[in-house]
């Protein structure tokens, strides 16, 4: 079963990415490349279903492309945008659109995954940097100390200084 262009920019796509991460070498970058590979582990079995069951329908590829799109946007972009909105305007489409295409792709919410990235940098900057909690929390964008605290709490079921120790 051949692969055609359009399916090869968006192989290359997650590739890049992989490459990128892998050279940067940066906090949660094996993480990011697990992420990637799963995409394309997604990608070829769309591709084998596809040769099993037909043609998958015109708008699942539109629909890959906006979720891998969002993701990528929210691993660059995590401490300064935290909304589905800003996340919509920079993908050129309604924020109840993306949404949708998230939920139906990936099978979460778009706001989940947003916090999911906020968490696994939290995590990291409790555990492995000397910062003090207020320091982290302004460092990820939280207006208060109290806000992060809640957030993270909400998510983790313990608070900031309970995850440190």
């Not at 946007?73 to 993306?98: G, K, W």
């Not at 916090?115 to 302004?138: F, G, K, N, Q, V």
């Not at 909400?154 to 900031?160: F, G, L, N, V, Y």
Request: hydrophobic content about 35%; glycine content about 2%; overall charge positive.
């Amino acid at each position: 079963m051949a692969i055609e262009a359009e399916e090869a920019l968006e192989f290359n796509f997650y590739f890049q990415q992989i490459i990128q991460n892998y050279q940067q070498r940066q906090p949660f970058s094996n993480e990011l490349i697990k992420t990637n590979l799963q995409s394309i582990l997604w990608l070829c079995n769309r591709k084998y279903w596809q040769g099993m069951k037909g043609e998958v329908k015109e708008n699942e590829h539109e629909n890959n492309h906006i979720a891998a799109r969002f993701r990528y946007l929210v691993s660059q972009n995590f401490m300064e945008i935290r909304t589905i909105n800003q996340y919509a305007d920079l993908l050129h489409i309604s924020p109840n659109h993306l949404s949708q295409t998230i939920k139906q792709t990936l099978g979460v919410n778009a706001k989940s995954i947003i916090d999911a990235r906020l968490l696994i940098e939290s995590e990291y900057l409790l555990r492995h940097t000397p910062l003090s909690i207020t320091e982290i929390s302004y460092k990820l964008g939280f207006p208060e100390t109290a806000h992060f605290t809640r957030f993270f709490k909400k998510h983790r079921q313990a608070s900031p200084s309970s995850f440190r120790q």
